[in-house]
């Protein structure tokens, strides 16, 4: 059964530092999001993107993030000069259709020190 | 604007005991409903979804749900649990009408299942 994957599983990196976040959402899904889901807390919607453009994004996604489908397979994530409270799980997800069942990767755990 | 409430923090269980985990949401327009669940060490899996149709709606590993509109309810059940249902759970919603539509989470609810 096709899955989303993503990568790297986990990720330390310095406050302040720039990571990429990367996702391979499945082959023939058209929508693609990100949620992060900060220890102890509920799974929180950040982005969806559709067309090559953002469909709609969550007021946590701000200025620091942005999001990128580079080639025809991968869906990044990158978070600019992080900071301690960016330290979270990061789901991506997929959709065949915007109203359609979402499937999840197994997630980034990002840790900022 | 859409919140998910799940009633229980974390809730333990003997094995063959049975099992309902509630959920309310609050949305006045058309709503997608999820149940995804979580186990230890692994990514979030869809459990079962209503969208139209009969609202008692049947998923995986025995588990199944009953939407009632009337009081903004999916409730999910199971009839007798085993150990190897531990695991978080997770409500969710997502509005019936726009097109890439954001899940809304609720906080999950942890079950712990004694052996």
């Known amino acids: 059964e096709p899955e989303v994957t993503q990568t790297p599983s986990h990720q330390v990196t310095q406050m302040g530092q720039e990571v990429i976040l990367r996702c391979v959402p499945i082959?023939?899904?058209?929508?693609f999001y990100w949620y992060r889901q900060i220890l102890g807390q509920k799974v929180e919607f950040l982005v969806s993107?559709?067309?090559?453009?953002?469909?709609?994004k969550s007021e946590i996604f701000d200025d620091q993030f942005s999001v990128e489908r580079p080639d025809g397979s991968n869906f990044t994530l990158k978070i600019r000069s992080t900071k301690l409270e960016d330290s979270a799980m990061y789901f991506c997800?997929?959709?065949?259709?915007?109203?359609?069942?979402?499937?999840f990767g197994p997630g980034t755990r990002l840790l900022v020190l | 604007a859409q919140s998910v409430s799940q009633h229980n923090h974390h809730v333990i269980l003997s094995e063959a005991a049975s099992l309902e985990l509630g959920c309310n949401y609050s949305?006045?327009?058309?709503?997608?409903l999820f149940w995804y669940v979580q186990y230890p060490g692994q990514h979030l899996q869809l459990l079962l979804k209503?969208?139209?149709?009969?609202?008692l709606v049947k998923g995986i590993k025995g588990f199944e749900a009953e939407f009632i509109k009337s009081k903004f309810s999916f409730n999910l059940r199971k009839p007798s649990v085993q150990w190897s249902d531990t695991a978080e759970y997770f409500c969710?919603?997502?509005?019936?009408?726009?097109?890439?539509?954001?899940?809304?989470f609720g906080s999950g609810t942890r079950l712990s299942i004694r052996p």
């Open positions: 997800a997929s959709s065949e259709n915007g109203q359609e069942t979402q499937y």
């Open positions: 082959s023939n899904h058209l929508y």
């Open positions: 993107f559709y067309n090559n453009e953002i469909s709609e």
């Open positions: 949305y006045g327009g058309t709503v997608n």
């Open positions: 209503y969208f139209s149709g009969d609202p």
């Open positions: 969710a919603v997502t509005s019936g009408y726009s097109s890439a539509s954001k899940i809304i």
